[in-house]
């Protein structure tokens, strides 16, 4: 079986409208690096006609995949997604809303052999005050727990990074799949471990597609729940 260089992992949930363009975006960019790749959408149970849109992009593309899964959740699904993605040297989280350009995979790719971790920054972000302010928490808050130097992540949950296959897999089998924001515990993992890290700064574009207040108070009681989570992965030894 032919290498695979890297496998794009792509949590979706009713993206029916932009899915199809996202996927053939992501296509290009990978073809034109002449890379070995897969592009696997987990389809988190939903409600719109995501799965048969895809399934229909699988049928004429064999580096498309498709796993359906029942309504769990964004975290959980990542969590799947990192738990169940195929063997690849290198394995990459991708949004469906591209809030950053796929185009700009590549100044990540190049620095792949500098990093344990390579990961955006989102830059000229537009979404409102209290996501911004639920960043910088948990920057510092990661900061705080687990940074071993003076290392800070700027932007621990942002979907853009790239780390190797070998290595997501003895991370993720130190985080519980109940725990929310998979990414911030990968970049809890390598900033104890004092792994080499690089952050990149990438243009966001904003996508928010939620109310406000819903937003607000979900990402509150989220924010808290997670607070707690990292307490306890802070005293783990791993």
Not at 106 to 122: C, F, P, S, T, Y
Request: charge should be positive.
């Amino acid at each position: 079986m032919e290498k695979i260089d890297i496998i794009v992992i792509m949590p979706i949930y009713n993206e029916e409208k932009i899915i199809v363009k996202t996927i053939n975006r992501w296509d290009s960019v990978l073809s034109k690096l002449s890379l070995n790749y897969k592009i696997e959408i987990y389809n988190d149970g939903s409600t719109d006609n995501c799965s048969k849109v895809v399934e229909k992009v699988t049928k004429t593309n064999s580096n498309v995949v498709l796993i359906n899964n029942v309504h769990k959740g964004f975290s959980k699904t990542l969590y799947y997604a990192y738990k169940n993605c195929g063997d690849a040297d290198y394995i990459f989280h991708a949004d469906a809303d591209n809030e950053i350009s796929p185009e700009d995979f590549e100044l990540l790719w190049k620095e792949r052999g500098n990093a344990d971790l390579v990961i955006a920054r989102r830059v000229n972000r537009s979404q409102p005050i209290h996501r911004k302010i639920a960043t910088n928490m948990a920057k510092n808050i990661i900061a705080l727990l687990f940074s071993q130097s003076n290392k800070i992540i700027n932007d621990t949950n942002v979907p853009f990074r790239l780390l190797k296959k070998e290595l997501l897999d003895k991370i993720i089998n130190t985080i519980d799949e109940r725990n929310l924001y998979p990414n911030i515990f990968i970049c809890a993992y390598c900033l104890k471990k004092q792994m080499r890290i690089i952050e990149i700064p990438l243009n966001h574009n904003n996508h928010n597609r939620q109310s406000y207040l819903n937003n607000f108070l979900k990402l509150t009681y989220d924010e808290i729940i997670s607070f707690i989570q990292l307490i306890k992965y802070a005293n783990k030894n791993f």
